[in-house]
């Protein structure tokens, strides 16, 4: 509201200098160039002319623009406006007629001679059209501009609304399909192993206070982010088999720079949904690093064929997809993604960076 006020203000004190402009050149500094002294009924009729342009455009932006230009009537629109600038043209001739106007100018600037009417005083009123169409052409071109800013501002405004709908919502969607997975580990380990249960749920508690808390925001700190995933991976840990390799470098130093909350997990949740077994070696690898601000992710692990954890997962697919929905609003054009999962070898590997805000 405040950034509204300011711009009425700016706006009104521009229209403000510029009529004072058009007033002090036109009106004032241009008659007295003449080096003669006019008759009051010169600067009377002067002033009916500044004030009847000022009527004029504030007519037109007050009614005219509005009712029919902004609704597309535009024959109908010029047409009245026409209209109105021949009436203002009439009264301009009405009050010089009833001033005597040409002839009090004739006796001013020719003193002595005798005044004659002359058909060419009539083409003044051309100039004088010329004029109102020159300030309502100015005054047309800044409403339009000014009605296009503001449904671009409405515009604007409608989209990032909608966008922060959306991020809740794509947002929801993930942190319930990540808790699902952990509290299926976590009940998996009660039947085998009592202490690293308690391990998970501890690590759990971490992660619930991190995204109960930190994810309320648009943007958390890097650090924060690493210190989740590092978590997260610890609780992982947990569930896998000693036949499973993991091998993770995270070389991430930074105490300023910003992320969207949660936005790699869907990645690493990948690396381990594909890439454990319980009969068969298997190996994970996980590298985050950071240069400058483009953050670096990547991940590689075998695909294990026909991973009972995956049939058990029917919405393996929602994390990742609403990663990438998230991606492309908030980070356009400011991220790279590489996915690859029909290599000769059976890996899959993800190469992922992000310039970071």
């Given at each position: ?59 037109n932006a007050k ?219 298997a190996y994970i690898y996980i ?71």
């Open positions: 509201m405040k950034n509204a006020g300011n711009y009425k203000s700016y706006a009104t004190l521009t229209y403000l200098i510029g009529w004072g402009l058009l007033a002090l050149l036109i009106f004032l500094l241009i008659p007295l160039s003449y080096g003669v002294v006019l008759p009051v009924a010169y600067w009377v009729n002067q002033s009916v002319f500044f004030f009847s342009l000022v009527g004029l455009t504030y007519f009614v005219l623009a509005p009712k029919y230009l902004f609704k597309k009537k535009i024959i109908l629109y010029y047409s009245l406006l026409l209209l109105v600038c021949l009436m203002v043209i009439s009264l301009l001739w009405a009050v010089a007629a009833a001033l005597n106007l040409g002839e009090l100018i004739h006796y001013a600037l020719r003193p002595g001679q005798v005044y004659q009417p002359k058909a060419s005083s009539r083409y003044m009123y051309f100039y004088i059209f010329f004029l109102e169409i020159s300030v309502l052409g100015i005054s047309i071109t800044i409403l339009l501009l000014r009605k296009w800013l503001s449904e671009e501002k409405l515009r604007l405004e409608t989209e990032e609304r909608n966008t922060s709908m959306e991020l809740a919502y794509l947002k929801a969607q993930i942190n319930p399909h990540f808790f699902f997975n952990s509290l299926n580990t976590i009940n998996a380990l009660t039947y085998k192993d009592i202490e690293s249960s308690r391990q998970a749920l501890s690590k759990l508690s971490h992660i619930m206070r991190y995204v109960l808390y930190d994810t309320q925001h648009k943007s958390v700190l890097l650090n924060k982010e690493i210190d989740f995933i590092k978590d997260y991976i610890a609780l992982a840990q947990l569930r896998v088999s000693l036949a499973v390799e993991i091998e993770l470098e995270i070389e991430v130093n930074a105490s300023n720079l910003l992320i969207a909350p949660m936005l790699l997990l869907p990645f690493i949740e990948n690396s381990f949904k594909h890439g454990i077994s319980s009969k068969q070696p590298a985050i690093g950071l240069k400058g601000k483009t953050l670096s992710l990547v991940t590689k692990n075998n695909i294990i064929k026909k991973n009972a954890y995956l049939e058990k997962d029917s919405n393996s697919g929602i994390g990742m997809t609403n990663t990438l929905r998230r991606l492309d609003l908030l980070y356009p054009d400011k991220y790279s993604l590489q996915i690859n999962h029909n290599s000769p070898k059976d890996e899959y590997w993800v190469d992922f960076k992000i310039e970071l805000l």
